[in-house]
């Protein structure tokens, strides 16, 4: 009998699921006016900078990008002080994390992280054989960096943090990260997912990695989220030298994309879009959460464009995610995440808020009499 060609472990291995597309959703329901709130897209779009960059850039790819990706390597240097030497760019900040895997992580290795995180890393470390250790949650849904602490030892090959917390939304403090790599060993290569920094920045106890300057943490950060330019995947990685240059080694020569690259530059050059970004965000988080409070979800308290909130079974997650499809409002449901009894709204637009606000109007008195 032939050897068996795909090992067991990636065999059993569920893909990545995305948010519904929203013309997916239109041809399924045949609904026009749909508002997609699943994604945790910047719903204000990209800055008109960075379109103006990348519509230049189209007379010029039949070139192959810079490979070295200068320019945007510049700007980063700019913005965040460190060397080009520090940086690493990719497909997104999950094209990084799969370089990571790659260089740095052998079948049989031990892998530490929390239940219930992003799942695309949980994905990334099974496929590629690792032995993946998680510990549970705090009651109120946190990374519990006590239990990390614990789990922590010699043979940990890499620690993986997403701070904030993807679907949660929820954060460890400076205290508790503080506290947490004390017990960290030199040769564990901790990864501290930031994709959501711009909107976590400005919490007053948030960890913010670039003000730490561990040789083996690597910070991951993104252009898909508050920058609205999660179409073109450009992602970026600070670390300390030897890491890039084994980051490097394994990267495909070419990304990201020229358009990714130049779209990327222009993005960074218009601060007022991202003000205008953050703004939004923060109105209208704190509106949904009203809403959400006011109807018993127990939403968990966030700081990203996101909330996670409880409906409490599986069942009555499945009713809500459909029937806000029926009425062309798209959410997220957790069940990939092993959290069934949760779903996770994005913050959209006033409009698109709105939608969802009316939906939810119609559906509850049902819900509330099947689930309540």
Same mark, same amino acid.
């Given at each position: 009998?032939?050897?068996?060609?795909?090992?067991?472990?990636?065999?059993?291995?569920?893909?990545?699921?995305? /948010?519904?597309?929203? *013309?997916?959703?239109?041809?399924?329901?045949?609904?026009?006016?749909?508002?997609?709130?699943?994604?945790?897209?910047?719903?204000?779009?990209?800055?008109? #900078?960075?379109?103006?960059?990348?519509?230049?850039?189209?007379?010029?790819?039949?070139?192959?990008?810079?490979?070295?990706?200068?320019?945007?390597?510049?700007?980063?240097?700019?913005?965040?002080?460190?060397?080009?030497?520090?940086?690493?760019?990719?497909?997104?900040? $999950?094209?990084?994390?799969?370089?990571?895997?790659?260089?740095?992580?052998?079948?049989?290795?031990?892998? !530490?992280?929390?239940?219930?995180? @992003?799942?695309?890393?949980?994905?990334?470390?099974?496929?590629? /054989?690792?032995?993946?250790?998680?510990?549970?949650?705090?009651?109120?849904?946190?990374?519990?960096?006590?239990?990390?602490? $614990?789990?922590?030892?010699?043979?940990?090959?890499?620690?993986?943090?997403?701070?904030?917390?993807?679907?949660? /939304?929820?954060?460890?403090?400076?205290?508790?990260?503080?506290? !947490?790599?004390?017990?960290?060993?030199?040769?564990?290569?901790?990864? !501290?997912?930031?994709?959501?920094?711009?909107?976590?920045?400005?919490?007053?106890?948030?960890?913010?990695?670039? =003000?730490?300057?561990?040789?083996?943490?690597?910070?991951?950060?993104?252009?898909?989220?508050?920058? /609205?330019?999660?179409?073109?995947?450009?992602?970026?990685?600070?670390?300390?030298?030897?890491?890039?240059?084994?980051?490097?080694?394994?990267? !495909?020569?070419?990304?990201?994309?020229?358009?990714?690259?130049?779209?990327?530059?222009?993005?960074?050059?218009?601060?007022?879009?991202?003000?205008?970004?953050?703004?939004?965000?923060?109105?209208?988080?704190?509106?949904?959460?009203?809403?959400?409070?006011?109807?018993?979800?127990?939403?968990?308290?966030?700081?990203?464009? #996101?909330?996670? #909130?409880?409906?409490?079974?599986?069942?009555?997650?499945?009713?809500? @995610? *459909?029937?806000?499809?029926?009425?062309?409002?798209?959410?997220?449901?957790?069940?990939?995440?092993?959290?069934?009894?949760?779903?996770?709204?994005?913050?959209?637009? =006033?409009? $698109?808020?709105?939608?969802?606000?009316?939906?939810? *109007?119609?559906?509850?008195? $049902?819900?509330?009499? =099947? #689930?309540?």
């Amino acid at each position: 009998m032939p050897k068996k060609l795909i090992p067991e472990y990636l065999d059993k291995l569920k893909p990545y699921q995305a /948010g519904k597309p929203i *013309e997916e959703v239109a041809r399924e329901k045949g609904i026009s006016h749909i508002s997609k709130l699943a994604s945790n897209e910047n719903p204000l779009g990209p800055s008109p #900078f960075a379109i103006k960059e990348m519509t230049i850039s189209l007379w010029d790819v039949h070139r192959y990008p810079d490979m070295h990706a200068r320019n945007l390597k510049d700007r980063l240097c700019e913005l965040y002080d460190v060397k080009p030497e520090n940086i690493v760019l990719g497909n997104g900040s $999950e094209g990084i994390m799969a370089y990571i895997a790659r260089a740095f992580i052998q079948a049989g290795d031990e892998v !530490l992280t929390s239940e219930k995180t @992003f799942i695309g890393f949980h994905i990334l470390a099974t496929a590629a /054989g690792a032995k993946l250790v998680t510990v549970p949650r705090t009651e109120d849904m946190r990374y519990n960096t006590k239990a990390l602490a $614990e789990a922590v030892n010699e043979k940990t090959k890499v620690l993986y943090i997403a701070n904030p917390d993807n679907p949660t /939304g929820s954060y460890i403090t400076r205290k508790e990260f503080d506290e !947490l790599m004390l017990s960290v060993p030199s040769h564990t290569i901790v990864i !501290l997912d930031e994709a959501y920094f711009e909107f976590a920045q400005s919490t007053w106890d948030y960890p913010d990695s670039m =003000k730490y300057r561990y040789d083996n943490v690597i910070t991951l950060r993104t252009f898909s989220k508050a920058y /609205g330019l999660a179409g073109i995947r450009v992602g970026y990685g600070f670390a300390n030298e030897k890491f890039i240059s084994a980051l490097h080694k394994v990267k !495909l020569p070419f990304e990201p994309s020229l358009i990714a690259q130049r779209g990327a530059v222009g993005a960074l050059d218009d601060f007022p879009h991202l003000e205008r970004t953050l703004r939004n965000n923060t109105k209208r988080y704190y509106e949904t959460l009203k809403f959400l409070d006011k109807n018993d979800f127990n939403p968990i308290r966030s700081i990203t464009n #996101f909330i996670c #909130f409880y409906t409490g079974s599986e069942e009555a997650s499945t009713y809500l @995610f *459909e029937e806000l499809l029926n009425r062309g409002v798209i959410i997220r449901p957790l069940k990939a995440n092993n959290l069934p009894e949760w779903l996770r709204i994005s913050v959209g637009l =006033k409009d $698109e808020m709105k939608h969802f606000f009316k939906a939810m *109007e119609e559906i509850l008195p $049902e819900y509330n009499k =099947k #689930f309540r």
